[in-house]
RNA sequence: GCGCUCGUAGCUCAACUGGAUAGAGCGUUGGCCUCCGAAGCCAAAGGUUGUGGGUUCGACCCCCGCCGGGCGCACCA
């Protein structure tokens, strides 16, 4: 089954074998509804390249142009669009249609891919912030969608456990842990240690130096300093965990820095053998002098203290995906402060003969009401923990205010879909590139484009639901007369249209978009088409438009990992 | 200094990679509940897309120059 766009494109491609014109341009969705639904500016591309009067060109096209039954004659408008109107008849149809298919007419890639997706990525021993929240919702939404468009996704939350500051944290732990705290909230207290090492560090070169000798020790897999390192992992890993569970997002492989450890060695050797490494400063270095924008910014693969740095693992980390995890393609989603190191990453890769598709997929920051990255009152980075609290309280106290009927288990359940898909739906509405001011009132807000709102559209089709004590529709045959429903079923047809755009520049918010549309479309449909109350065959009909639209905004939602209740 | 990125209605954001008269929400103003959830809908007002040039049938989008914000530029990750 394939969508109205593929159809119209295959028909215009079609007029122009016949018409003896190469094929040019696309036919895209309309601009504006007055000029149809969808549109090509075929003509204009052609006449620009012959040097022809594009009109003219939009004519002898129409004239092999057989649209059959799916749309009305098509128009020549403009400077020389096409323009297309789809009939009722074949609305009706296509939507009949999706009403059987479970995929909801979304195709699967004719060139599945084998994705690793790495998004999250934490770093022991600290909190897990608001911060965190773009880069791990933005790359959960890219993978469920990926998923459903049918590559192969094994998504990787690549722990920062590995590093420089294990030195304080091991030196703290020896000398000031409060095990109580520790028992209490064991972040809060890795953090107190690291902070309170670092202090006396900057002001004592003694313990500075016993830093680094701890760090040393762990490094040579000193058993004490091992287990210590391993006590923080794991109590840290245990409070991501949580995070996750609230978020309702899961990794099938969480490899963190420590896992590639042992592969560093042969990275650097490896890299200086092939010449592409070299020694510089007594630091090893590849230098990228053929590139401008990176030539007088080496990635440094080990310091000349003999030391290993990010960039090592960051190598070995690209080696193992591509060859044990037997990866084609590796998405990379951080903050945009790592370009520069990823362009240097996926270059030596280049360099090393992979021919990988690599992607680093950045977003922008989120930020306070001041404009400025986002901070609690004191200056510290806001806990996550305490975002995602607080989104299921703001959303428990308007559940209570709104419909305090229902039980507490259903509010319960309620308040954390609606909280919770409120700060992921906040993100993932906007596009990734852009700063964006964090707002509960906004994001909250059951009017405009947010989640509650699309979770109420949703509601309120169950609800019609619920109020016919029937299941589902029982025909899926639909009979289009009125302009809201017409234009409702055309919305849900292009749900398949959509989708598969959003992997083309990582664009969750194409989706949010379209949802949003869906939404308005629906309640348009609710105000002017009575469903239970209209007759027979139209009744059928509507409430298979009805099922259909749950199901859109279901599965949408769903790939953007926001759940929906069944009431609120 | 160099590089990347952003600048769109009073506010918060879109604009499907160059298409037609730049769209939403909030806020403001005015309408709609004997009718499936008003947690909704309809309408109005609001713009020199930071700025000055250029490319072409057509530019928020591409090119050049300024202005302003953010980030990054050799051993922290």
Request: aromatic share 8%; proline share 4%; hydrophobic share 40%.
């Amino acid at each position: 089954m394939e969508t109205f766009q593929a159809q119209l494109a295959q028909k215009l491609s079609d007029a122009l074998a016949v018409a003896e014109l190469p094929n040019a341009g696309d036919v895209t969705p309309a601009t504006d509804a007055r000029f149809g639904d969808y549109q090509s500016n075929a003509a204009m591309i052609l006449a620009k390249q012959r040097g022809e009067n594009p009109r003219k060109i939009a004519e002898k096209i129409l004239a092999h142009l057989d649209v059959d039954l799916l749309a009305d004659k098509p128009t020549v408008a403009g400077a020389g669009f096409i323009n297309f109107t789809l009939r009722a008849e074949a609305i009706a149809k296509q939507a009949g249609e999706l009403l059987r298919d479970d995929r909801l007419g979304v195709a699967r890639s004719t060139s599945p891919k084998k994705i690793v997706i790495d998004f999250g990525s934490p770093n022991v021993a600290k909190p897990m912030h608001v911060g965190h929240i773009r880069s791990t919702v933005l790359g959960d939404a890219l993978a469920r969608i990926a998923t459903f468009l049918g590559h192969d996704v094994i998504r990787d939350n690549h722990i920062g456990d590995w590093g420089t500051q294990f030195g304080m944290v091991i030196w703290g732990w020896k000398h000031l842990l409060d095990r109580q705290a520790l028992a209490r909230d064991p972040i809060a207290e890795l953090v107190r240690l690291y902070k309170e090492t670092n202090e006396r560090s900057t002001s004592d070169p003694a313990v500075r130096d016993a830093c680094r000798q701890e760090l040393v020790k762990l490094q040579a897999n000193d058993p004490e300093n091992f287990s210590i390192w391993k006590e923080c992992v794991d109590l840290s890993m245990k409070e991501f965990e949580r995070a996750y569970e609230v978020l309702d997002i899961h990794y099938d492989v969480q490899r963190g820095e420590s896992f590639y450890n042992d592969r560093l060695p042969d990275v650097v050797e490896r890299l200086l053998k092939s010449g592409i490494a070299e020694i510089s400063e007594g630091a090893v270095c590849v230098f990228f002098r053929d590139i401008p924008e990176l030539a007088d910014k080496p990635a440094i693969i080990r310091k000349k203290d003999g030391g290993f740095n990010y960039a090592t693992t960051d190598v070995a980390t690209v080696d193992y995906r591509i060859n044990d995890l037997n990866r084609d393609t590796i998405w990379i989603v951080t903050g945009a402060p790592q370009l520069l190191h990823f362009k240097q990453i996926f270059e030596i890769a280049r360099r090393e003969g992979y021919d990988t598709d690599f992607r680093h997929i950045t977003n922008g920051n989120i930020l306070g009401d001041d404009r400025k990255l986002m901070k609690t009152r004191s200056g510290g980075n806001v806990p996550l923990r305490d975002v995602l609290d607080e989104a299921i309280e703001r959303a428990r106290k308007i559940i209570d205010e709104k419909n305090p009927d229902l039980s507490d288990a259903d509010k319960i359940d309620i308040s954390h879909k609606i909280g919770i898909g409120a700060v992921k739906y906040a993100d993932l509405s906007q596009y990734r590139m852009t700063d964006y001011v964090f707002s509960w009132d906004r994001m909250l807000s059951l009017q405009g484009n947010t989640a509650p709102y699309l979770q109420n559209a949703y509601v309120r089709v169950r609800s019609i639901f619920r109020k016919a004590g029937e299941p589902g529709p029982k025909i899926d045959k639909l009979i289009l007369a009125e302009p809201a429903e017409i234009n409702l079923a055309k919305r849900l047809c292009q749900f398949a249209e959509i989708v598969p755009q959003v992997l083309n520049d990582f664009r969750p918010n194409i989706l949010a978009t379209y949802l949003f549309e869906l939404a308005n479309s629906f309640h348009g449909f609710y105000e002017a088409c009575p469903v239970l109350k209209s007759e027979e065959p139209a009744r059928g009909s509507r409430l298979a438009i009805c099922e259909l639209t749950a199901r859109v905004l279901q599965t949408g939602l769903q790939l953007l990992g926001i759940q929906v209740p069944e009431q609120m």
